[in-house]
């Protein structure tokens, strides 16, 4: 039966791994503009880090011997979690369609004020690549499903 036990907790934590890398990967695809993408990789991985350290906090001696209650969370994690990345895909299949109506704005230029090494003011203007422009923001960004 421990046997058993210790298979199961391996195999079901076996799961988060991959899920975790590809959650990873799927945020830095679906978030536009340098600043947004290190603060959102930075709050992920710190809300990473809480529930590692938190977790084990979970498992109490009042629990024991079956621990119901832990591995009742846990599995209420496996469902929710998936529950909530189908709503957020559906979020932004929405988002994207709103998007594909909007008129685009190629032609649009965009200047930025700089100043030169002699203290002058100059306009120069700017690919919109390189404005650090949000996925709000740039409305020609399209969320990768």
């Known amino acids: 039966m421990l046997i058993m036990c210790l ?7 076996g799961v988060s791994v991959p899920g975790f890398v ?26 990473y880090c809480i529930g590692n350290a938190a977790g084990p906090f979970m498992w109490k001696a009042q629990y024991k011997p079956r621990n119901h209650i832990p591995w009742a969370v846990i599995g209420a994690c496996y469902v929710v979690c998936p529950i909530i990345l189908l709503v957020i895909r559906a979020v932004l299949v929405r988002e994207n369609r709103i998007r594909d109506t909007e008129p685009s704005d ?38 990768v499903l």
């Open 106 to 143: 190629v032609e649009e230029e965009y200047v930025i004020e700089r100043i030169t090494e002699d203290g002058k003011r100059v306009e120069v203007k700017v690919d919109k690549e390189f404005l650090d422009l949000t996925d709000r923001q740039n409305r020609d960004f399209r969320y």
């Open 7 to 13: 298979y199961a907790h391996r195999s079901v934590a």
């Open 22 to 47: 590809l959650s990873l990967s799927w945020l830095n695809s679906v978030t536009a503009g340098h600043t947004k993408r290190v603060a959102t990789n930075a709050i992920m991985l710190s809300a």
